[in-house]
């Protein structure tokens, strides 16, 4: 995490993401017990927060259960030091510093809140939007996202978890308005290889309605939404009721093998995971079991891997790129990325074959003013 910015105004312990990281590898507080070797009283102190994460502690979670040594450490530090700053604020300065922490002028200028000039007139918009009263409400509220979050944030791609959860409840704000059908797993599954067809048209005003009518029938709310500052994410899944999913897009490299190879990946997380976890495609370099599933599962749904085995010995040529486009049915865009990917193919090469998009042709939902 990158602890020269972020002072956010709650306060985490570290044992807050070690349980949902357990929560989301179906592991008891027992199991973890058994791979750390401690006791059930230790263990418990170490989920409550009442022990502190040494250097040896760190690294016993790196091996244990994932992130790297230097992330638990200053997971422990960042914890200790809001615990001693929270303690010597009042609820405006608390306020205050919450609402530094927000992508506050993208959430202006992209309608997500209006405009307001005074600091209180900015904390009211922004409590409204998140649908909270206070900010303690807003943490009780997003504990576990935030655990989730800070969790994936790394040193290489920093993300910031405000910026991160108000993209997240855009998202949430904008699926409300989807009209969606109890989730259908197998009628999803179905829908998959009806939706690669969509990979073939060129303008994301005519296939974005489509994969959202698509989705909505089988109980997946489809939101494209710009991800604001501090955030990095292309992608993100979790479900927002026990019937209804949610698949939120960023759009974030305008191009369609980026694109349509992030939606299958959200896909397989539909597919094969947890319906309790949030799964969030940021580029960070914590990487988990389910993100490789999902990975392939992408993979395998545009290039089939019995189209893998038969691709040619030799380098690739357009020609070769664009038959293989034309028998699976999908764009020459995704089949250069895959190629790419595959490292069949230079990461500089063909790039001129992938389709690329404009905001003007994206951004087709705003917040309505309130």
Same mark, same amino acid.
Request: charged letters at 30%.
């Given at each position: 995490?990158?602890?020269?910015?972020?002072?956010?105004?709650?306060?985490?312990?570290?044992?807050?993401?070690? /349980?949902?990281?357990?929560?989301?590898?179906?592991?008891?507080?027992?199991?973890f017990?058994?791979?750390? #070797?401690?006791?059930?009283?230790?263990t418990?102190?170490?989920?409550?927060? +009442?022990?502190?994460?040494?250097?040896?502690?760190?690294? %016993?979670? /790196?091996?244990?259960?994932? #992130?790297?040594?230097?992330?638990?450490?200053?997971r422990?530090?960042?914890?200790?030091?809001?615990?001693?700053?929270?303690? =010597?604020?009042?609820?405006?300065? /608390?306020?205050?510093?919450?609402?530094?922490? %927000?992508?506050?002028?993208?959430?202006?200028?992209?309608? *997500?809140?209006?405009?307001?000039?005074?600091?209180?007139?900015?904390?009211?918009?922004?409590?409204r939007?998140?649908?909270?009263?206070?900010?303690?409400?807003?943490?009780?509220?997003?504990?576990? %996202?935030?655990?989730?979050?800070?969790?994936?944030?790394?040193?290489?791609?920093? =993300?910031?978890p405000?910026?991160?959860?108000?993209? &997240?409840?855009?998202?949430e704000?904008?699926?409300?308005?989807?009209?969606?059908?109890? *989730?259908? /797993?197998?009628?999803?599954?179905?829908?998959?290889?009806?939706?690669?067809?969509?990979?073939?048209?060129k303008?994301?005003?005519?296939f974005?309605?489509?994969?959202?009518?698509?989705?909505?029938?089988?109980g997946?709310?489809?939101?494209?939404?710009?991800?604001?500052?501090?955030?990095?994410? =292309?992608?993100?899944?979790?479900?927002?009721?026990?019937?209804?999913?949610?698949?939120?897009?960023?759009?974030?490299? %305008?191009?369609?093998? @980026?694109f349509?190879?992030?939606?299958y990946?959200?896909? #397989?997380?539909?597919?094969?995971?947890?319906h309790?976890?949030?799964? &969030?495609?940021?580029?960070?370099?914590?990487t988990?079991?389910?993100e490789?599933?999902?990975?392939?599962?992408?993979?395998?749904? &545009?290039?089939?891997?019995?189209a893998?085995?038969?691709?040619?010995?030799?380098?690739m040529?357009?020609?070769?790129?664009? +038959?293989?486009?034309?028998?699976?049915?999908?764009?020459?865009?995704?089949?250069?990325? @895959?190629?790419?990917?595959?490292?069949?193919?230079?990461?500089?090469?063909?790039?001129?074959?992938?389709?690329?998009?404009? *905001?003007? @042709?994206?951004?087709?939902?705003?917040?309505?003013?309130?």
């Amino acid at each position: 995490m990158d602890e020269r910015s972020f002072q956010p105004d709650w306060m985490s312990a570290p044992g807050a993401t070690i /349980a949902d990281i357990l929560k989301r590898r179906k592991l008891s507080a027992e199991r973890f017990a058994e791979l750390t #070797g401690y006791s059930q009283e230790q263990t418990d102190r170490l989920l409550n927060g +009442r022990t502190a994460i040494t250097v040896d502690v760190a690294k %016993l979670l /790196a091996r244990t259960i994932g #992130g790297s040594a230097s992330f638990w450490i200053s997971r422990e530090q960042q914890f200790r030091e809001d615990v001693a700053r929270l303690q =010597s604020l009042g609820r405006r300065d /608390a306020a205050n510093i919450w609402l530094s922490e %927000l992508p506050v002028k993208d959430m202006i200028k992209l309608g *997500w809140v209006n405009s307001e000039t005074t600091i209180e007139g900015k904390i009211a918009v922004c409590l409204r939007f998140f649908g909270v009263l206070d900010v303690n409400a807003w943490r009780a509220k997003y504990h576990d %996202l935030l655990s989730a979050v800070s969790f994936r944030t790394s040193p290489t791609y920093p =993300s910031e978890p405000g910026a991160v959860l108000a993209w &997240l409840r855009y998202g949430e704000i904008k699926a409300e308005e989807i009209e969606c059908k109890d *989730w259908n /797993a197998e009628k999803f599954s179905r829908e998959l290889s009806t939706i690669r067809k969509l990979t073939r048209v060129k303008d994301p005003r005519s296939f974005v309605p489509e994969l959202r009518k698509i989705c909505a029938d089988c109980g997946v709310a489809v939101v494209i939404a710009r991800a604001p500052t501090g955030c990095r994410a =292309s992608g993100a899944t979790r479900f927002i009721s026990p019937k209804t999913a949610l698949v939120l897009l960023s759009f974030r490299y %305008l191009s369609d093998d @980026q694109f349509w190879f992030t939606f299958y990946h959200e896909a #397989g997380h539909l597919m094969l995971h947890s319906h309790k976890a949030l799964f &969030l495609e940021d580029g960070s370099d914590v990487t988990l079991r389910e993100e490789n599933e999902a990975n392939r599962f992408a993979e395998n749904i &545009l290039v089939p891997q019995d189209a893998r085995s038969r691709l040619p010995k030799g380098p690739m040529t357009m020609t070769d790129i664009m +038959r293989l486009a034309i028998n699976l049915g999908i764009s020459r865009g995704i089949v250069v990325g @895959q190629l790419q990917h595959m490292k069949r193919i230079e990461a500089k090469k063909f790039n001129w074959m992938k389709r690329r998009y404009r *905001w003007d @042709q994206i951004e087709e939902f705003k917040l309505p003013a309130k």
